[in-house]
């Protein structure tokens, strides 16, 4: 709920209080889980990546897949969760810096994991001769991130576009931003 109330006011104007009105209970019923409007976005952003890393997991434990394939994997997952999640994305990548230094650092050391993740697969096929080895690996990176990211701030689910079929336009448009030719 607070993801809700966060996304709709922005998180610097939400209020506890607004997330109370939302649930319909008194606010002094959420302090009693919290201690601060800042506990309620730390919370929804670690829960955003303990499912993001669940999905991580599952790609990375997947057999018979070369590195490319691994990345189209990846991707479908990744965009996968992000279009079901919408509103918990917009508040992740609209909200993070309004963290504190600590609780931001915590967030960003669990992202860059998923970074660290695609620019080995990265790396691997370059050496295999099945991704661009003439680009930078980190850079082929960032492009990835930015296909399976960026989806949230134009899709509807209610439009015309299916979900299905923007995962995969993401997973074909990155595979053949990364193949090597």
């Not at 929804?44 to 990546?49: D, E, R, T």
């Amino acid at each position: 709920m607070a993801a809700q109330v966060f996304a709709r006011r922005g998180y610097a104007a939400a209020t506890v209080q607004d997330v109370a009105d939302d649930l319909g209970i008194l606010k002094g019923s959420i302090y009693y889980y919290i201690k601060t409007k800042e506990d309620l976005l730390f919370r929804l952003l670690s829960a955003v990546h303990d499912d993001v890393d669940q999905l991580l997991e599952e790609v990375a434990a997947a057999d018979g897949l070369d590195p490319l394939e691994r990345l189209a994997e990846y991707v479908r997952t990744q965009t996968t969760y992000n279009l079901r999640n919408l509103v918990r994305i917009s508040v992740y990548y609209n909200d993070v810096d309004q963290l504190s230094d600590e609780r931001r650092k915590q967030i960003l050391k669990r992202r860059k994991v998923h970074e660290d993740f695609v620019t080995g697969l990265v790396l691997e096929g370059q050496r295999q001769g099945l991704i661009d080895d003439t680009r930078d690996a980190r850079l082929l990176t960032y492009s990835v991130f930015a296909t399976i990211i960026w989806p949230y701030r134009w899709f509807r689910p209610r439009s015309r576009m299916k979900l299905e079929d923007v995962v995969d336009g993401c997973v074909r448009f990155a595979m053949g931003g990364l193949a090597a030719h």
